[in-house]
C-alpha cells in the first residue's frame, strides 16, 4: 500500500499531525503504529512465556568463584534467576513458577507427571505462548524427552540448565536462559518438539544427551543441533521426523503415573541377581543397556527369557549410546520376545518404555512406538 508507506515517511520527516490532516482515512491505523509505542503496547507485541523452576546447576550456587564443580544445586529461586537476567524483558513478558527446588538426580516419576501436567495445563492458556523448564543438567535429557511425548502441543517447551552455578567464573546459565526465553516465545520454534538450549544451540529434546561432566558443551545429539541462538535470535536448520507434542498418542492429561522400568547396565562377568532383583522390586520392564549393539552375555539369555514368558518387557539399548540397535542383531529378538530401543540411549529408552506402558504391554506395539517416536 503505497499510501501507507509515503504516510510513514511523511510522518517521521514532518510530525504526525501534519500527516494525519492531508492523509485520507483509510491509513489512519497504520500510522497509529507508527507513533512511540506505550509500554503497555511492547508488552502485547511481545511473547508471553512461563518459567518453571525446578532447580539444578542453574539454580545453584558455590562459595568462590573458583567453584565450577563444588557448589550446592538447587538454592536460588525462580523470581532470582529471571532478575540476574535483565535482557529476558526486552524478549518477552516472562513470568516465573516455582514447581520444585531440586537436584535434577533427585527427579522421581511422580515429579516428572506433575512437571508434564502443569506445562500442559500452561500451554492451553491463549495467554501463554511458550513454556521454559530450568532444570539440572544431571537427568534433563529424560525430562526433556518425556514433555515431547507427552505434551499435547505445538506452542514451544524449552528445558535448560547450566553447567555452572551462577557464582562461578564464565558461569553459563545467563545466557542459556535468555537463549531459552528466545527460542520459547519465537514462532519459528512452533511445532518443533521439545527444545533444549545450552551452549549456543539448539537441540532436540528426544535426542541431546548429556556427554561431558564438567564443561558447558556438556550437551550434543549424534543426530546434530537443530540450530543455534546468536545475540538473540534463532537459527534453524532441521527438525526432528519423530512423532511429538500433538501428533503424539500419548497425553499427560491421562496419565496420572508411570510403571516402574529399570535399567541393568552390561559389562564383562554379569550376574543374574541384577535383572531378578529389579522385577522383585516391582519393575514391569528392563531396559538392558546392553555392551555394543546392545548384547546380552551368554550366561543371562536364559533369565532374561525366563523374565520374559513370566511378563517382564526387555528392552535391548546400548550402553554405547549412539548408533542403533537393530532387531535380531545379536539377540533372536523375534523369538524371545524382546523389543528394541532403536537409536534411544538407556535412559531415554527407559522414559519411552515407561509411556508406552500407560497404554500397551503388547510387545508389537511397543517395538512400532519405539521406532516412531
Ligand atoms: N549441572 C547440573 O545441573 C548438575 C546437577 N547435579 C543437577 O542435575 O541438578
Known amino acids: 500500500m503505497p499510501v501507507i508507506r509515503s504516510g510513514r515517511r511523511l510522518?517521521?520527516?514532518?510530525?504526525?499531525?501534519?500527516?494525519?490532516?492531508?492523509?485520507?482515512?483509510?491509513?489512519?491505523?497504520?500510522?497509529?503504529?507508527?507513533?512511540?509505542?506505550?509500554?503497555?503496547?511492547?508488552?502485547?507485541?511481545?511473547?508471553?512465556?512461563?518459567?518453571?523452576?525446578?532447580?539444578?546447576t542453574i539454580a545453584g550456587a558455590g562459595a568462590d568463584a573458583a567453584n565450577s564443580a563444588t557448589y550446592q544445586a538447587a538454592k536460588v529461586p525462580v523470581d532470582k534467576l529471571i532478575a540476574a537476567v535483565?535482557?529476558?524483558?526486552?524478549?518477552?513478558?516472562v513470568r516465573g513458577e516455582q514447581v520444585f527446588q531440586i537436584a535434577s538426580e533427585s527427579f522421581t516419576d511422580a515429579q516428572l507427571v506433575q512437571l508434564a501436567k502443569r506445562v500442559s495445563a500452561l500451554l492451553k492458556q491463549d495467554d501463554v505462548d511458550g513454556v521454559v523448564v530450568t532444570h539440572g543438567t544431571?537427568?534433563?535429557?529424560?525430562?526433556?524427552?518425556f514433555l515431547d511425548l507427552v505434551v499435547k502441543s505445538d506452542k514451544p517447551i524449552v528445558v535448560v540448565g547450566s553447567m555452572r552455578p551462577s557464582t562461578a567464573l564464565s558461569a553459563d546459565g545467563a545466557l542459556n536462559l535468555l537463549d531459552a526465553v528466545t527460542v520459547a516465545g519465537s514462532k519459528e520454534a512452533v511445532g518443533k518438539g521439545v527444545m533444549v538450549t545450552m551452549n549456543d544451540q539448539i537441540q532436540a529434546g528426544r535426542d541431546v544427551t548429556k556427554r561431558v561432566n564438567v564443561v558447558p558443551s556438556a550437551f550434543s545429539s549424534q543426530w546434530g543441533p537443530l540450530g543455534m541462538?546468536?545475540?538473540?535470535?534463532?537459527?534453524?536448520?532441521?527438525?526432528?521426523?519423530?512423532?511429538?507434542?500433538?501428533?503424539?498418542?500419548?497425553d499427560i492429561d491421562q496419565i496420572d503415573s508411570l510403571p516402574l522400568v529399570a535399567i541393568v547396565y552390561g559389562s564383562g562377568n554379569m550376574f543374574p541377581g541384577a535383572y531378578t532383583a529389579?522385577?522383585?522390586?516391582?519393575?514391569?520392564?528392563?531396559?538392558?543397556?546392553?555392551t555394543g549393539n546392545g548384547s546380552v552375555a551368554g550366561y543371562l539369555v536364559?533369565?532374561?527369557k525366563d523374565l520374559r514368558s513370566k511378563g517382564?518387557?526387555?528392552?535391548?539399548?546400548?550402553r554405547v549410546g549412539d548408533g542403533i540397535v537393530l532387531r535380531n542383531a545379536e539377540q533372536p529378538d523375534d523369538k524371545y520376545d524382546w523389543v528394541v530401543a532403536h537409536d534411544l540411549n538407556p535412559q531415554?529408552?527407559?522414559?519411552?518404555?515407561?509411556?508406552?506402558l500407560t497404554k500397551t504391554n503388547d510387545t508389537k506395539e511397543l517395538q512400532r512406538i519405539f521406532w516412531e517416536y
Open 11 to 56: 510522518a517521521r520527516a514532518a510530525g504526525l499531525s501534519i500527516v494525519l490532516a492531508t492523509l485520507p482515512l483509510g491509513p489512519l491505523p497504520a500510522l497509529a503504529r507508527e507513533m512511540p509505542e506505550t509500554a503497555a503496547g511492547q508488552a502485547a507485541r511481545k511473547p508471553n512465556v512461563v518459567i518453571l523452576a525446578t532447580g539444578g
Open 86 to 93: 535483565p535482557a529476558i524483558g526486552n524478549v518477552a513478558n
Open 138 to 145: 544431571d537427568t534433563l535429557e529424560e525430562t526433556a524427552l
Open 229 to 250: 541462538v546468536v545475540e538473540g535470535k534463532t537459527y534453524f536448520f532441521r527438525s526432528s521426523v519423530k512423532r511429538h507434542g500433538k501428533s503424539s498418542e500419548f
Open 278 to 290: 529389579a522385577v522383585e522390586a516391582g519393575a514391569k520392564a528392563i531396559v538392558n543397556a546392553g
Open 302 to 304: 536364559d533369565t532374561l
Open 312 to 318: 517382564t518387557l526387555i528392552v535391548r539399548s546400548s
Open 348 to 356: 531415554k529408552a527407559k522414559i519411552l518404555t515407561a509411556v508406552a
